[in-house]
């Protein structure tokens, strides 16, 4: 008797992430990270090194969010707040999976809709 072939259909793989960040009234999809995309942040991060200045950070930190959110137009991005890159940042990182969210004590449930790692 013929043994029969076991098949792992990766095209019926679901993605995992289905986070969305709003940003002037138009909701933009998380894209799942790729591999490749996973190695250029991981690169563009050890390429920052300890001596880095904050124009290089902040450089790297929208080449990794351009390429979580490719539907946000560059200038958009460029003309955030600080404190919304950092949120941006963070949330995109964290829908990847690439970064736990941290929890303070005593504040379950109080972070609203952000996502969580699992």
Do not use: C, W
């Not at 946000?72 to 736990?100: C, W, Y």
Request: proline fraction near 6%.
């Amino acid at each position: 008797m013929p043994v029969e072939p076991i098949y792992l259909d990766l095209d019926a793989v679901e993605s995992p992430v289905d986070f969305t960040v709003k940003l002037n009234g138009v909701e933009h999809k998380v894209v799942e990270t790729s591999v490749s995309d996973f190695i250029a942040t991981a690169r563009a991060i050890e390429k920052l090194g300890v001596g880095a200045s904050v124009e290089q950070e902040l450089e790297t930190s929208l080449s990794i969010i351009q390429r979580t959110l490719p539907s946000i137009p560059e200038a958009e991005l460029r003309a955030l707040k600080l404190s919304q890159l950092h949120k941006i940042r963070d949330f995109v990182m964290t829908a990847n999976g690439e970064k736990a969210e941290e929890v303070k004590p005593g504040a379950e449930g109080a972070a609203g809709n952000e996502p969580t790692a699992s």
